[in-house]
């Protein structure tokens, strides 16, 4: 079946410049979650959601992100004037419920390069 | 804070060559601990989950192993289609806390399979 599908794939923008960066869970998970890869180093949370709403932001680095999920499926993170330590590779999972032991399952992720 | 380790940091192995690779992790509370592969360019696919010490999964060449401090990833035979980067999460907390469900991930272990 689709797994998690996130786009775009690649995102260059320029310094102090807004972007957006969608997720498509699998269909049915209830639970998103939303993690930064720097290169070299495994991936590091920053929210996620249980249904519509957020259940621990504490991984957001800043005010300058923010995310949304307003129907409890599609995702959107979205990063104000961004700066170019944001440049990493952003990571989207789902599973099935919010708990223990429940298999997170990873999109391909998008490549951000803030210029 | 949950903390997760993994060495070593790469490794490099001959066809047929068997060999582990470690994950030592402190953590309040463990629900689980995770093993990935992840291929470059693409995002972490999920092998196993382990629960408490003593537990053992296995899945073709690969068997993970559990105690209190540490987990172990055992490629027997390996080929170089193994070849990847191996990632180790740990999933915390008491039932109900904001941390519930979060992965904390190690930096990984790259794994080349030389034929």
């Known amino acids: 079946g689709a797994g998690v599908s996130q786009t775009p794939s690649n995102k260059v923008t320029e310094k102090g410049k807004y972007v957006e960066l969608r997720c498509d869970p699998i269909?049915?998970?209830?639970?998103l979650y939303w993690y930064r890869q720097s290169l070299g180093q495994g991936p590091e949370f920053l929210i996620y959601f249980q249904g519509t709403g957020a259940a621990d932001d504490s991984g957001l680095p800043n005010d300058r992100f923010f995310a949304v999920r307003p129907e409890g499926s599609v995702s959107t993170l979205k990063i104000q004037r961004t700066e170019r330590g944001d440049s990493a590779v952003y990571l989207c999972?789902?599973?099935?419920?919010?708990?223990?032991?429940?298999?997170?399952?990873f999109g391909p992720g998008t490549r951000l390069t803030v210029t | 804070e949950d903390q997760v380790t993994q060495s070593p940091e790469a490794l490099r192995l001959q066809e047929g060559e068997s060999s582990s690779l470690n994950c030592s992790y402190t953590v309040s509370g463990l629900r689980g601990l995770f093993w990935y592969r992840q291929d470059p360019g693409k995002g972490p696919e999920f092998l196993f989950t382990l629960y408490s010490a003593g537990e053992e999964k296995e899945k073709e060449r690969l068997k993970a192993t559990l105690t209190k401090k540490e987990s172990f990833l055992h490629i027997t035979a390996p080929k170089p289609e193994d070849s990847a980067t191996y990632l180790c999460?740990?999933?915390?907390?008491?039932?109900?806390?904001?941390?519930?469900?979060?992965?904390?991930f190690g930096q990984g272990t790259i794994l080349t399979v030389h034929p």
């Open positions: 999460a740990v999933q915390g907390g008491a039932a109900g806390g904001t941390s519930y469900g979060k992965l904390t």
């Open positions: 269909s049915g998970h209830t639970a």
């Open positions: 999972a789902s599973s099935s419920r919010h708990g223990p032991g429940y298999e997170q399952y």
